[in-house]
Antibody
Framework: QVQLQESGPGLVKPSETLSLTCSVS????????WSWIRQPPGKGLEWIGN???????KYNPSLRSRVTISLDTSKIQFSLTLTSVTAADTAVYYC?????????WGQGTLVTVSS | IQMTQSPSSLSASVGDTVSITCRPS??????LGWYQQRPGKAPTLLIY???KLLSRVPSRFSGSGFGTNFTLTISGLQPEDFATYYC?????????FGQGTRLELK
């Protein structure tokens, strides 16, 4: 059974860059989409973007100018970079494995943007 | 694609039957899933491909629909079912979520 684990700083200063990594174990890396999703406190889920195991990416248009998702197949990890963060980027960030409408989720990590 | 999920909140009693609806702005075949989220936890999959129940999920949960109209029904609510529910669809490599339905104990 696949397991996903997010890691990265829990506090980021405004205007700086948020970087998170998702480590994958117990499953194949190939032929899946890998996704980042976030949830601001008390709010709903927001899709950030996907990367396919082939390296193709697609991002939420509202975040596209600030987001990069990348793969490290040797480490079986994928990463999120979000630049120029503001308080509005404070959220629990989830990574997920995607197969159609079936998502396997990490437990999530809270990132707070504050000086 | 925009996703309209309704209602945004719902009050019900143990034993009741409730339904939640998701309507994508354009047809997504049957590629829609339903997720349950408890406070402080990640969402968990209940139903995928509109109507396929995950093996560990109780049979009181059911999903139906196709195209632009999907429904999650919970028949005979149990105390552990009071949570927030989201629909999700994957279309053209993009994911869209419904706004969520908070199911509360009356």
């Amino acid at each position: 059974q696949v397991q996903l684990q997010e890691s990265g700083p829990g506090l980021v200063k405004p205007s700086e860059t948020l970087s998170l990594t998702c480590s994958v174990s117990g499953g194949s890396f190939s032929n899946y989409y890998w996704s980042w999703i976030r949830q601001p406190p008390g709010k709903g889920l927001e899709w950030i973007g996907n990367i396919h195991s082939s390296g193709n990416t697609k991002y939420n248009p509202s975040l596209r100018s600030r987001v990069t998702i990348s793969l490290d197949t040797s480490k079986i990890q994928f990463s999120l970079t979000l630049t120029s963060v503001t308080a509005a980027d404070t959220a629990v960030y989830y990574c997920a494995r995607v197969l159609g409408s079936w998502l396997d989720w990490g437990q999530g990590t809270l990132v707070t943007v504050s000086s | 694609i925009q996703m309209t999920q309704s209602p945004s909140s719902l009050s019900a009693s143990v034993g009741d039957t409730v339904s939640i609806t998701c309507r994508p702005s354009q047809g997504v075949s049957n590629d829609l899933g339903w997720y349950q989220q408890r406070p402080g936890k990640a969402p968990t999959l209940l139903i995928y491909a509109a109507s396929k129940l995950l093996s560990r999920v109780p049979s009181r949960f059911s999903g139906s629909g196709f195209g632009t109209n999907f429904t999650l029904t919970i028949s005979g609510l149990q105390p552990e079912d009071f949570a927030t529910y989201y629909c999700l669809q994957l279309y053209s490599f993009s994911i869209t979520f419904g706004q969520g339905t908070r199911l509360e104990l009356k």
